[in-house]
């Protein structure tokens, strides 16, 4: 046995061909197997660890960007003028809360054609 190695120990009993009970036992190296489980956890760790700062990371980018919205939505009103975008592809048109407001509409209760 090479020093630093791991191995699985099994102790199968089985009878001899005379009926006497025996004991075969055998050694299985999982060096290299316990290597790489050990490999895998580390890559694994990494990883969870740059999905909580990425996930961090983009909470905060959503977080400025809601304040933006809101500011943008604040200004629109004091000025009374919106903005409006058209998806040609879908054929949709989404329009500001103050765009809405500026022909008379509810936002909530309108869609744009």
Known sequence: MPDGSIFDVYNVPFTDT???PMILKMEVDITERKKMEGALKKARDTL??????????????YNSLKESEK??????????????????????IHGS???????????QECTAT
């Open 71 to 92: 500011g943008l939505a604040e200004a629109q009103k004091m000025a009374h003028l919106g903005n409006w975008d058209w998806d040609v592809v879908t054929d949709k």
């Open 97 to 107: 809360d103050e765009t809405y407001r500026i022909f008379g509409l509810n936002p």
């Open 18 to 20: 005379d009926g006497s």
């Open 48 to 61: 969870e660890e740059k999905i909580r700062q990425r996930t961090a990371e983009l909470e905060k980018a």
